[in-house]
T-cell receptor, first 114, second 109 residues
């Protein structure tokens, strides 16, 4: 199946821990993103990578570090987790240069920090 | 002012009625506009896009764009209970997709 896949789907962890979320797309897209969706359903962009290069870095604490080993993969590592990091994190991808092309989202990772 | 604004709802319509969802945006340089549907516990799913002024129809869905008024809308005709979801308006500007806070739609049988 062609898709954007994320792992894990659920992540429950204690404050202060470090965790990673992985994302892979097999759509051949050039650009990948991380979005955070809070409890009010607001989707906010965090990072964007184009062909392994960081192109968007919104105002995100530096505890969050994205890594893109190749254009099909984008991982998110979070250090020293805080209660406020609890949210659903979505990976997405898109094809450059097309105004009519929206983003394809992964199924999301629900992170709960206790 | 938020970059993309939507009424959060909930918007409740009876089955078979027309549901009208609205969105305004602040960046006049915005290039294209999208409507996503998100069921509870699921990921956003693209249902419509538009980048020219006017109407665009796809089945029961019609997207409307007015760049002068910085306004985008989505009409859902013959609403079904299965249309009950949160609808997210998204605007492509500055190389990224910026989302509104979503409108929760409830279609009552």
């Amino acid at each position: 199946d062609t898709a954007v896949s994320q792992t894990p789907k659920y992540l429950v962890t204690q404050m202060g821990n470090d965790k990673s979320i992985k994302c892979e797309q097999n759509l051949g897209h050039d650009t990948m993103y991380w979005y955070k969706q809070d409890s009010k359903k607001f989707l906010k962009i965090m990072f964007s990578y184009n062909n392994k290069e960081l192109i968007i870095n919104e105002t995100v604490p530096n505890r969050f570090s994205p890594k893109s080993p190749d254009k099909a993969h984008l991982n998110l590592h979070i250090n020293s987790l805080e209660l406020g990091d609890s949210a659903v994190y979505f990976c997405a991808s898109s094809q450059d240069g097309r105004l009519d092309y929206g983003y394809t989202f992964g199924s999301g990772t629900r992170l709960t920090v206790v | 002012q938020k970059e993309v604004e939507q009424n959060s709802g909930p918007l409740s319509v009876p089955e078979g009625a027309i549901a009208s969802l609205n969105c305004t945006y602040s960046d006049r340089g915005s290039q294209s506009f999208f409507w996503y549907r998100q069921y509870s516990g699921k990921s956003p799913e693209l249902i419509m896009f538009i980048y020219s002024n006017g109407d665009k129809e796809d089945g029961r869905f019609t997207a409307q764009l007015n760049k002068a008024s910085q306004y985008v809308s989505l009409l859902i005709r013959d609403s079904q209970p299965s249309d009950s979801a949160t609808y997210l308006c998204a605007v492509r500007a500055g190389g990224k997709l910026i989302f509104g806070q979503g409108t929760e739609l409830s279609v009552k049988p």
